[in-house]
């Protein structure tokens, strides 16, 4: 099994950004997808989640109404929307494959907001 992330970068606060997790090498129908970040000094942070049928977890404080999770319909490949980006959403985001009570994590992609 492997998942990938893609899409972080720089960007300036209120920008946006899209974030992607492709996960690959297996084939169950049921799995769920989440989005994860860990910021310097801290703990890892639970961002979004969301099924295979499309269940969505709800938001922490932090990203609700900014970030927004979203799945392809045919693969599993999840999205992270990420809008009104401030400095303190800068982290390392990490996506995680949640199937048969087995997790897989991907490398991790960055994402700095900073003026």
């Known amino acids: 099994v492997q998942v990938v992330e893609s899409g972080g970068g720089l960007v300036q606060p209120g920008e946006s950004l899209r974030l992607s997790c492709e996960a690959t090498?297996?084939?169950?129908?049921?799995?769920?997808m989440s989005w994860y970040r860990q910021a310097p000094g801290k703990g890892r942070e639970l961002v979004a989640g969301i099924t295979s049928t499309g269940i969505v977890t709800d938001y922490p404080d932090s990203v609700k109404g900014r970030f927004a999770i979203s799945r392809h319909r045919t693969k599993a490949t999840v999205y992270l929307q990420m809008n009104s980006l401030k400095p303190e959403d800068t982290a390392v985001y990490y996506c995680?494959?949640?199937?048969?009570?087995?997790?897989?994590w991907g490398q991790g992609t960055q994402v700095s907001v900073s003026s």
């Open positions: 090498g297996f084939t169950f129908a049921n799995y769920g």
């Open positions: 995680k494959l949640r199937v048969l009570s087995r997790d897989y």
